[in-house]
């Protein structure tokens, strides 16, 4: 119920990025990011063509 209210209250937030805004943000190319995809080492999602990450998943990939 606590994940509910909280849902509906707006305090869980999930920030999808696309492939562009993760190159802006690591600094790193295109070709970087879809080799780490394919390595399995970077998340990514599929939705409507467009590959999509989790900005907690991309902040934790750089840290390690």
């Known amino acids: 119920l606590d994940r509910i209210e909280s849902k509906l209250d707006g305090t869980i937030t999930r920030k999808f990025l696309s492939i562009n805004q993760v190159c802006e943000l690591t ?20 939705k409507l063509g467009k590959i999509l990450f989790l900005k907690s998943d991309v902040i934790d990939w750089i840290r390690n």
Do not use: C, D, V
Not at 34 to 43: F, T, V
């Open 27 to 46: 600094s790193l190319s295109t070709s970087t990011i879809r080799r780490a995809i394919k390595r399995g080492q970077l998340n990514s999602f599929k």
